[in-house]
């Protein structure tokens, strides 16, 4: 079941106050605006952002449980955070919240409520609506400026015509999601080489700024193995003008990982693919100066650092896995 929302820990309690947990000797908190009602049919129990602070460019997963006598819709208002999607499952809602890059740094409030789906209440009747405020600390992060030099033939690869093709053909690949996890434990990094570019840097291109580095660019010799950093299902396998020979996995709950300029692709779209299975080789396809991977994830179409992955199950977030400064 997938449902647009956004996140973070602490809870609010009944008088609207945050507060890092429950009462002393309570097992979990329940969040309101304003005063409970006498019949809480439509409580949120157990609201919590883990990790409670990211970096930029790190992520963190909302989880709540609901009880309710009929279905629900779980609402989730944001300012500046991207809206995730929340998924459904035996243990209560959950959903991934990704800090971009380009995110300020502070505290950002996130606003969580429930209603009827479909209602059978008046708005006006007791239980109907139950609503309570989470925020995340994101964190700055310093990130380095890189300028390279592109060949005069590249250049036109660039052009906004291109980029926005780019842009909206991603959107179609991403436009559904699996609604479980579809991956098996940590990531892992999917090819050999030197890091030459890293995630979230400055990038100038003959002098002038072009765009935020989405990934983490792999170097090694044309041909080096491709494989796939966890187990999912292809959602793209095509040449883009841009990012030449491409590949991105679906693994589940709104995340996935992108694989660019490749020399050449050995899976197709609607492939299932097993963690460390290979997907193509390395190459200098689209816009690209030298044989590389960009390897990427994102929460949806948000970037997030790649790396995080490759420390865990992200199922199983904590602090020590929020993202780097």
Request: glycine content about 12%; charged content about 20%.
């Amino acid at each position: 079941m997938l449902i647009p929302v956004a996140a973070a820990e602490t809870g609010a309690s009944a008088s609207g106050k945050m507060t890092d947990a429950a009462p002393e000797g309570s097992p979990e908190a329940s969040l309101f605006l304003g005063n409970p009602p006498a019949r809480a049919s439509l409580e949120i129990h157990g609201a919590a952002l883990q990790p409670s602070e990211a970096a930029q460019g790190g992520l963190s997963i909302i989880r709540f449980r609901t009880v309710a006598g009929s279905e629900v819709l779980p609402q989730l208002e944001t300012d500046k955070l991207s809206r995730p999607l929340l998924f459904k499952g035996q243990e209560g809602w959950s959903g991934f919240v990704a800090a971009g890059y380009s995110l300020d740094p502070g505290i950002h409030p996130i606003r969580l409520s429930l209603e009827r789906l479909p209602p059978d209440k008046p708005a006006a009747e007791e239980g109907f609506h139950s609503a309570g405020a989470l925020a995340l600390n994101v964190a700055r992060r310093a990130f380095p400026v890189e300028r390279i030099s592109v060949p005069p033939a590249k250049t036109p690869l660039r052009s906004e015509n291109n980029l926005t093709q780019h842009t909206n053909r991603l959107g179609e690949a991403k436009k559904e999601t699996s609604s479980r996890a579809l991956w098996e434990g940590a990531f892992i990094r999917p090819t050999e080489g030197r890091i030459s570019s890293e995630f979230g840097l400055i990038r100038e291109a003959d002098g002038v700024p072009t765009s935020r580095h989405s990934g983490i660019d792999l170097a090694n010799r044309e041909g080096t193995p491709i494989r796939a950093a966890n187990s999912g299902r292809v959602v793209l396998s095509e040449y883009m003008t841009v990012t030449g020979h491409s590949v991105i996995i679906d693994h589940g709950l709104n995340l996935y990982t992108a694989y660019y300029h490749m020399q050449e692709r050995e899976v197709q779209a609607g492939d299932e693919v097993k963690k460390g299975q290979h997907v193509g080789l390395m190459g200098s396809t689209g816009y690209s100066t030298g044989p590389h991977l960009h390897w990427s994830a994102t929460i949806g179409g948000t970037p997030i650092d790649p790396d995080i992955l490759t420390k865990g199950d992200p199922l199983s977030l904590s602090a020590g896995g929020s993202g780097s400064s």
